[in-house]
Nanobody, 114 residues
Framework: QVQLVESGGGLVQAGGSLKLSCVAS????????LGWYRQTPGKQRELVAE???????NYVDSVKGRFTISRDVAKNTLYLQMNSLKPEDTAVYYC????????WGQGTQVTVSS
């Protein structure tokens, strides 16, 4: 059973930085994509950044130039470095892994104060 565990969320002032981590465990035989999503109350979960099977990286326009997604294969860990944070980045951030099916982490809260 694949498990994803996020960490690194918290409260930060606008302009600050946070680095999220997502550790994957379990029987992962193939990965089609890895990504970070976020969700605020009353809104749909949105893709923030992803790494595709071919190694391509995509970001939602609102975080381009501020966020960086990366992975450490040896540690089975996905990261999201978030710089120049804005209050509108406040959300619960979820790690996502697409293998033969999709898996979600439990989420980590990021709160950016103005």
């Amino acid at each position: 059973q694949v498990q994803l565990v996020e960490s690194g969320g918290g409260l930060v002032q606008a302009g600050g930085s946070l680095k999220l981590s997502c550790v994957a465990s379990g029987g992962i035989f193939s990965i089609n994509s890895l990504g970070w999503y976020r969700q605020t109350p009353g809104k749909q979960r949105e893709l923030v950044a992803e790494i595709t099977r071919g190694g391509g990286i995509n970001y939602v326009d609102s975080v381009k130039g501020r966020f960086t997604i990366s992975r450490d294969v040896a540690k089975n860990t996905l990261y999201l470095q978030m710089n120049s944070l804005k209050p509108e980045d406040t959300a619960v951030y979820y790690c996502y892994l697409l293998s033969t099916r999709g898996y979600w982490g439990q989420g980590t809260q990021v709160t950016v104060s103005s």
